[in-house]
């Protein structure tokens, strides 16, 4: 779940394995799906997203920093230890499994998600947010044009990996 901090609009996806590349196919799904990319990011301490959470030089994954770089995107990883810095995140999850997904069985993954998507256009955009008792929908449109425009060329990511060389060099 990836959620816009003004209007509470979620891109919601489900997987059924990460790792540094899917971690940033989905970050650059959702901010397609948005139509734009935010310019700071408020990230969980995920090994995919970051090696060492640190307040003044965290250590990210190289593939998510490039990805971040790409886009023009400044990541905070969140404090160690500081739930209320993420709290959008984990609420945003819990709506989803206690609404959108509670009682139901899917077929396959990509039903999951077509359901999902499904949900988050005829339900959690049109509902009023709890906080700010107004609708997501149109506080959306108020954000999105403050969104970063995406670039033309979509990011390629890599898989980063060790080699070892032996005593010919080779």
Known sequence: VMTLKFSGKSFRTTTWKTSQEIWAQLHEQAWRAFGGCCQYTVLDNLKEGVLRPDIYEPALNPV???????????????????????????SAIQHTQSTALKGRQFESIDAQNAWLAHWEERWAALRIHGRKKRQVLEMFREEQPHLRPLPVAGFHPFKQGTRTVDDAGL
């Open 64 to 90: 998510y920093g490039a990805l971040l770089a790409h886009y023009g995107v400044v990541a905070d990883p969140c404090r160690v230890g500081d739930p209320n810095r993420k709290g959008t995140v984990e």
